[in-house]
T-cell receptor
Framework: AQSVTQPDIHITVSEGASLELRCNYS??????LFWYVQSPGQGLQLLLK??????LVQGIKGFEAEFKRSQSSFNLRKPSVHWSDAAEYFC????????????FGPGTRLSVLP | NAGVTQTPKFQVLKTGQSMTLQCAQD?????MYWYRQDPGMGLRLIYY???????DKGEVPNGYNVSRLNKREFSLRLESAAPSQTSVYFC????????????FGEGSWLTVV
């Protein structure tokens, strides 16, 4: 069965600094990979997804993520963080053809200092 | 376009009470899901419905039942609530079981005392 780890529970960065959130997955084949963001009291919003092709994918709000098969990673990056980016970020793996096999990581909470 | 709508948004129950969480989607998606979110554990799948007329257990189905009322609606019922069911519940949809992009509602905060 697939699994997802997000090694950082909580990250604090200053506004304007760059950001990288780590995600590692375990799955025997090439998975479908996702990043979602959750603002306080809100549902999860899809930031970006990787299915195949170019391993660097662009998402909304200036985020990008890079799929590295050799490292089983799908790290999320943003060159310059804004205060409004403070939220919780979830990496997810969707394996095979069935939505019921979505597995979410535990989440990384991002705080942004002014 | 409302997307995925959940009701109620907040609920407090006493142990042993029953309640139903409602979910409706206007995205014309075939597949629907109920997740629970607990601190440090991400989201865990409770039940899903691949298409109208079918439901299946997910990772943590005990203590819950579901009904796929029609294509738009998928409800989650707690027959006898327990404090361990205190959580945030999310309904989600997918174009179909192989669509591979899940869209979420805004969540329902449930506290069982």
């Amino acid at each position: 069965a697939q699994s997802v780890t997000q090694p950082d529970i909580h990250i604090t960065v200053s506004e304007g600094a760059s950001l990288e959130l780590r995600c590692n997955y375990s799955y025997g084949a090439t998975p479908y990979l996702f990043w979602y963001v959750q603002s306080p009291g809100q549902g999860l919003q899809l930031l970006l997804k990787y299915f195949s092709g170019d391993t660097l994918v662009q998402g909304i709000k200036g985020f990008e993520a890079e799929f590295k098969r050799s490292q089983s990673s799908f790290n999320l990056r943003k060159p310059s963080v804004h205060w409004s980016d403070a939220a919780e970020y979830f990496c997810a793996v969707g394996a095979g053809n069935y939505g019921q096999n979505f597995v979410f990581g535990p989440g990384t909470r991002l705080s942004v200092l002014p | 376009n409302a997307g995925v709508t959940q009701t109620p948004k907040f609920q407090v129950l006493k142990t042993g009470q029953s309640m139903t969480l409602q979910c409706a989607q206007d995205m014309n998606h075939n597949s629907m899901y109920w997740y629970r979110q607990d601190p440090g554990m991400g989201l865990r799948l409770i039940y899903y419905s691949a298409s109208e007329g079918t439901t299946d257990k997910g990772e943590v189905p005990n203590g819950y039942n579901v009904s796929r009322l029609n294509k738009r609606e998928f409800s989650l019922r707690l027959e006898s609530a327990a404090p361990s069911q205190t959580s945030v519940y999310f309904c989600a949809t997918n174009r179909d079981i192989s669509g591979n992009t899940i869209y979420f509602g805004e969540g329902s905060w449930l506290t069982v005392v």
